[in-house]
């Protein structure tokens, strides 16, 4: 069965600083990693996806991952934080050889940003 | 850009009713979901769909669940006797291929009193 595990269900940074959001997978077969963003009141939206290829993926609004296989990592970063980066952010992993796999979230991490 | 829907945005209802949650994929997509988010918790999978017919249900997706693509546009969540503890954000979800990124909707809040 697979799994993600995201650390620290509550981050803060202040506006200009790096963001750094935790998440390790647990799976038997290579995975396909994603980062969900979800801002108050609404959908999810995704700002990034591993599927294959290269292990470092840039999203939208200046997020990026990498993929460590040797760690069960993928830990979402941000050079500098926006307050309009203030969400919860799910990491997610799906089984890319089951038939209509599902994708399975982490807890989420609550990002806060001080002015 | 194409954009899943979803209908009702909040519905509220008495324990016991049952409750009917809407669903337009995006129109090329084949592969739909339901998730359910409890207010402050995680999003949990509830069911798969394809080919009209389950791919794969959760435990949480019990004989009170059931879902329909009625006429090739809309997918729904039944569910026939409500509890207070299905009071959730559901959302639907839909893909174009086996595998890669889900694409959510803005997600149904339902509030059973």
């Known amino acids: 069965a697979q799994s993600v595990t995201q650390l620290g269900s509550h981050v803060s940074v202040s506006e200009g600083a790096l963001v750094l959001l935790r998440c390790n997978y647990s799976s038997s077969v290579p995975p396909y990693l994603f980062w969900y963003v979800q801002y108050p009141n609404q959908g999810l939206q995704l700002l990034l996806k591993y599927t294959t290829g290269a292990t470092l993926v840039k999203g939208i609004n200046g997020f990026e991952a990498e993929f460590k296989k040797s760690e069960t990592s993928f830990h979402l970063t941000k050079p500098s934080a926006h307050m309009s980066d203030a969400a919860e952010y799910f990491c997610?992993?799906?089984?890319?050889?089951?038939?209509?796999?599902?994708?399975?979230f982490g807890s989420g991490t609550r990002l806060s940003i001080r002015p | 850009e194409p954009e899943v829907t979803q209908t009702p945005s909040h519905q509220v209802t008495q324990m016991g009713q049952e409750v009917i949650l809407r669903c337009v994929p995006i129109s090329n997509h084949l592969y739909f979901y339901w998730y359910r988010q409890i207010l402050g918790q995680k999003v949990e999978f509830l069911v798969s769909?394809?080919?009209?017919?389950?791919?794969?249900k959760s435990e949480i997706f019990d004989d009170q669940f059931s879902v329909e693509r009625p006429d090739g546009s809309n997918f729904t969540l039944k569910i026939r006797s409500t509890k207070l503890e299905d009071s959730a954000m559901y959302f639907c979800?839909?893909?174009?291929?086996?595998?890669?990124?889900?694409?959510f909707g803005e997600g149904s809040r339902l509030t059973v009193l």
């Open positions: 979800a839909s893909r174009d291929r086996v595998v890669g990124e889900l694409f």
């Open positions: 997610a992993v799906s089984d890319p050889y089951s038939s209509a796999s599902k994708i399975i």
């Open positions: 769909f394809y080919n009209n017919e389950i791919s794969e």
